[in-house]
C-alpha cells in the first residue's frame, strides 16, 4: 500500500452536515460513542467560543474495512473511515437531530438535549430552559419549520441567537486530513496506517486504540484471526459495551507483552516485533489463545452482571481498571468467598499461569 496524499482542509459545518457526514464510517474496532452529555455541551461552547477543537482524521483506502455508519442505515458503499474524531463527529451528528439521537447501523445513539439562555449567554443541559440548540442550528441552516417556530416562540431574540449562536456553529471551520491510499495487501495498509498513528505518536500526541489495533494486528495475525478478534469484540461490545483496548491489552498481556510496552513507542515497536517471530507460521496456537482469552473475559462479566449488577460497561470508572482485566473485575467479590474462588479457578483453568 502506497499513501496518495495527505489532503489538509477545512470544512465549514454545514458542509459536514450535507455532504460528508452520510459518506463517513466507524471503523468496528473503534470504542463505542462514550461522550456524556457534558462533553457535548462543552464541544458547543468551544465551537460558539472560537475554540480549536482538534484536527479530524479521514481514512480513503481502496479496500474496505470491517465498519458502521457514522450516521443512517447500514449502506456499505463508501470507503471513507473515521480514523480520529469519532467522538466529535458524533456529537456534531447529535446536534443536528431533533431529539438528539442519531441511528448509527441497528443501533441508536442518544444524549441530554442542550439549551441556550441568551441572557447568561451560555449552554445547559435542558429541555425546558433556554433555546433548544438543535431547533436553533436547523433554522440557521434555513429549515422553515425551525426558523417558523423559532421566531415565534422567542421573537425577541430570535435575530441575536441566529447571529451570536447558530452562525457561529454553522460556519465553524472543522480541520480535517484526508488520507487517500492506494490498493494492497490487507497486511500493509495495517501497517502503513500504523506507523502513521506511531509517528503522529512520537510528535506528542497519544497513541489511540485503533494504533494498537491495527499494529497489533499486523505484527501477530493472519487475516482470519483478524476476523475472529473483530467477531470477538463486536459480541463484547453488544453485550456490555466493551471497548476494543481492554480486549487487546488482555490479549497482549497473555502474549507475554508488559502493559509498559504499550505505552511507549520504541518498545511498542519493538514487542510488536517479537510477536511477529514468535507467531508466523502458528494459526492454531493464536486461535487457542484467542479461544481461552473470549471464555475468560465472558467470566468475568458474568461475574460483574450476576455478583455486581452491573450489565455495561458504561457503570464503571475504567475498563482497565488495573494491568490485568480479569484480576481487576474478580476482586470485587468478598474475599475468601465462594464465588470469588469458583470464577477464580475457571479463569485459572482457561490460562495455565493463571490471571
Known amino acids: 500500500m502506497k499513501i496518495k496524499s495527505i489532503k489538509p482542509q477545512l ?17 468496528t474496532i473503534q470504542r463505542q460513542f462514550v461522550w456524556d452529555a457534558e462533553d457535548v455541551r462543552d464541544l458547543l461552547d468551544s ?28 449502506r456499505p458503499d463508501s470507503n471513507r473511515y473515521v480514523l480520529d474524531g469519532q467522538q466529535r463527529l458524533t456529537a456534531l451528528s447529535l446536534m443536528l437531530n431533533g431529539g ?5 447501523g441497528d443501533k441508536t445513539i442518544r444524549t441530554s438535549a442542550i439549551s441556550y439562555v441568551p441572557e447568561t449567554g451560555r449552554f445547559y443541559l435542558s429541555e425546558k430552559k433556554g433555546i433548544d440548540v438543535s431547533l ?13 417556530k423559532l421566531q415565534k416562540s422567542h421573537s425577541a431574540v430570535f435575530k441575536s441567537v441566529i447571529t451570536n449562536v447558530g452562525q457561529r456553529i454553522v460556519n465553524y471551520q472543522l480541520p480535517m486530513y484526508v488520507l487517500k491510499t492506494d490498493s494492497g495487501s490487507d497486511e500493509s495498509a495495517y501497517e502503513k496506517i500504523a506507523e502513521i498513528f506511531t509517528r503522529v505518536n512520537s510528535a506528542g500526541v497519544k497513541v489511540g486504540n485503533l494504533e494498537m489495533f491495527l499494529s497489533f494486528f499486523a505484527a501477530a495475525f493472519p487475516r482470519s484471526e483478524k476476523d475472529r478478534v473483530i467477531e470477538i469484540h463486536e459480541k463484547l ?11 487487546v491489552r488482555f490479549i497482549f ?12 513507542v520504541p518498545s511498542f515497536r519493538r514487542a510488536m516485533q517479537k510477536l511477529k517471530e514468535r507467531y508466523s507460521g502458528k494459526p492454531k496456537e493464536i486461535s487457542a489463545l484467542l479461544d481461552r482469552a473470549e471464555n475468560a473475559i465472558d467470566t468475568v462479566l458474568k461475574v460483574l452482571e450476576e455478583d455486581l449488577g452491573i450489565a455495561s460497561s458504561q457503570f464503571l470508572p475504567s475498563q482497565n481498571t488495573k494491568i490485568r482485566f480479569c ?29
Open 11 to 27: 470544512t465549514p459545518l454545514s458542509t459536514f452536515w450535507s455532504e460528508d457526514a452520510a459518506s463517513l464510517r466507524i471503523p
Open 237 to 247: 461490545s453488544d453485550a456490555f459495551e466493551l471497548d476494543l483496548e481492554p480486549l
Open 47 to 74: 465551537i460558539v467560543s472560537g475554540y480549536p477543537i482538534g484536527a479530524i482524521i479521514i481514512w480513503e483506502p481502496t479496500t474496505e474495512f470491517p465498519s458502521a455508519p457514522l450516521i443512517g442505515e447500514d
Open 100 to 104: 438528539w439521537q442519531i441511528q448509527r
Open 327 to 355: 484480576h481487576s473485575l474478580i476482586l470485587f467479590l468478598p474475599a475468601g468467598s465462594n464465588r470469588r474462588k469458583t470464577y477464580h479457578k475457571k479463569i485459572d483453568d482457561e490460562w495455565s499461569t493463571g490471571c
Open 136 to 148: 436553533i442550528v436547523k433554522a440557521t441552516l434555513g429549515d422553515p419549520d425551525s426558523l417558523l
Open 253 to 264: 498481556s497473555r502474549m507475554d507483552v508488559s502493559q509498559n510496552q504499550l505505552t511507549k
